[in-house]
């Protein structure tokens, strides 16, 4: 893409955060399987800078909430720990990668409208992947018109490009692949049992594991040598919310879901 080809080249020439020779970042959208995390990955390997940081976007609200929350246990109540959590996040990397932009929290919106002021205003470049236009964000959330000028900043500060080629290029490579298995009979499950095997090299196999964070925890029914084994039901119905599956992220490469309904 000549837009990240072009970033790069200015960074080069940047070197450091500075409100006025900043260039422009990119926000690069499409449907899943485009191309989008190859890019970032591309951008990311190649940008000549050591103060860089790459993240999931739920990954980073969670940081973002919790420096807020520790800012408050030492601060007056009415001190804002906005701008102090932008200069910290701006020294430690001015070049701030995002992989899947998405806000469908008001309290993740009412920050972020905020922040993202303040992160611009320190210098920083935000690089981010999404599959929605700027536009789309926070799309008939609460109070969303107070997130609004948010997206306009974003619009502002980032070339827009979309990376919609009609091709889901994941779907390409796994189509020699078995990746389902129906129906739900007793074969099936000798076959999930098998690749849970493969997947783990036959390590030996623990029961229901407690992954413990954000104070509370999170049971895993079946896991080895992480590759861990859930159902349907436990992992899609339950009250589970962005930061289970961040934490699950942590401890297993693999993750097969069976009894899919």
Known sequence: MEEVSAL???????????????PRGLYIYGDVGTGKTTT??????????????????????????????????????????VP???RELASDAYVLCFDEFQVTDIADAMVLRRLVTE????????????NRHPD????????????????????????????????????LAKETE??????????????LHALFGLASGNASVREDVKLRFLGRSLAVPLSANGVAR????????????????????KHYHTVLLTDVP
Not at 54 to 79: G, P
Not at 145 to 159: G, N, T
């Open 8 to 22: 790069i080249l200015l960074l080069g020439k940047s070197g450091s955060a500075d409100t006025e020779r900043m």
């Open 84 to 86: 102090t959590i932008a």
């Open 136 to 171: 789309q964000l926070y799309k008939n959330g609460i109070q969303r018109e107070s997130f609004l000028p948010c997206i306009e900043l974003l619009k502002d500060k980032c070339e827009v490009v979309s990376l919609d080629s009609g091709t889901d290029y994941r779907r």
């Open 178 to 191: 078995s990746v389902y298995f129906s129906p739900i009979i007793a074969d099936t499950n000798k076959v």
């Open 119 to 130: 992160l611009f205003g320190n210098g920083v470049v935000i690089v981010t992947t999404s």
């Open 230 to 249: 859930f159902s349907f039901n436990h992992l899609c119905k339950e009250a589970l919310s962005a930061a289970d599956y961040i934490e699950l992220a």
């Open 40 to 81: 970032m990955d591309l951008f990311y390997n190649t940008v000549p800078t050591a103060r860089k940081r790459r993240v999931h976007f739920h990954a980073f609200m969670l940081d973002v909430h919790a420096r807020i929350n520790a800012f408050r246990r030492t601060h007056a109540s009415t001190s804002d720990p």
